[in-house]
Antibody, heavy 118, light 108 residues
């Protein structure tokens, strides 16, 4: 069974940092692009970043460029999102999602909540 | 960036009725469009990919159509579990991948 489990969310002050993790199991993690997608409270879905199978390619939405960095460790079947200089508008539930070639986001975790507030 | 506009924002129907949800793209996405369902407190679930292909395990009452800029998700006969929020998403022109703002399908 495919599982994606996010962790690392919490309450942080504006300007602070957090590192999110996504632990994958039940599939060949190293064969897939992986993405972070967030959802602000009561709002829609926003793609944040993704990372290529070997970690060589990384892409970001403009609003997080220069502040967020995604990485992965295929030996640990894990993906990470380092979030720096956090702003109130980064408050959201952060999902990790598996990209399936030719399809879209076919597997999702349950999300981890990030709250940026003083 | 490709903008996806979904309509209506809210759709109120009764079980057994047919639901038609629309997604319009600001420029052509060919058929590289997916639909997701999200229920309260749950992660999104992939329903349809490449405009008209059902994902694994998705019931046949869900169907997708369209190409270019105009797309439709149809639920032929609503079941109680179908009341949720539905999002479209394009994957032809990224980064960024973009989603529509969602259509809430509620019980009338």
């Amino acid at each position: 069974e495919v599982q994606l489990v996010e962790s690392g969310g919490g309450l942080v002050q504006p300007g602070g940092s957090l590192r999110l993790s996504c632990a994958a199991s039940g599939f060949t993690f190293s064969s897939h692009w992986m993405s972070w997608v967030r959802q602000a409270p009561g709002k829609g879905l926003e793609w944040v970043a993704n990372i290529q199978q070997d970690g060589s390619g990384k892409y970001y939405v403009d609003s997080v460029k220069g502040r967020f960095t995604t990485s992965r460790d295929n030996a640990k079947n894990s993906m990470y999102l380092q979030m720096n200089s956090l702003r109130a508008e980064d408050t959201a539930l952060y999902y990790c999602a598996r990209e399936q070639t030719g399809m879209g986001f076919d597997q999702w975790g349950q999300g981890t909540l990030v709250t940026v507030s003083s | 960036e490709i903008v996806l506009t979904q309509s209506p924002a809210t759709l109120s129907l009764s079980p057994g009725e047919r639901a038609t949800l629309s997604c319009r793209a600001s420029q052509s996405v060919s058929n590289y469009l997916a639909w997701y369902q999200q229920k309260p407190g749950q992660a999104p679930r992939l329903l349809i990919y490449d405009a008209s292909n059902r994902a694994t395990g998705i019931p046949a009452r869900f169907s997708g159509s369209g190409s270019g800029t105009d797309f439709t998700l149809t639920i032929s006969s609503l079941e109680p579990e179908d009341f949720a929020v539905y999002y479209c998403q394009q994957r032809i022109n990224w980064p960024p991948y973009t989603f529509g703002q969602g259509t809430k399908l509620e019980i009338k």
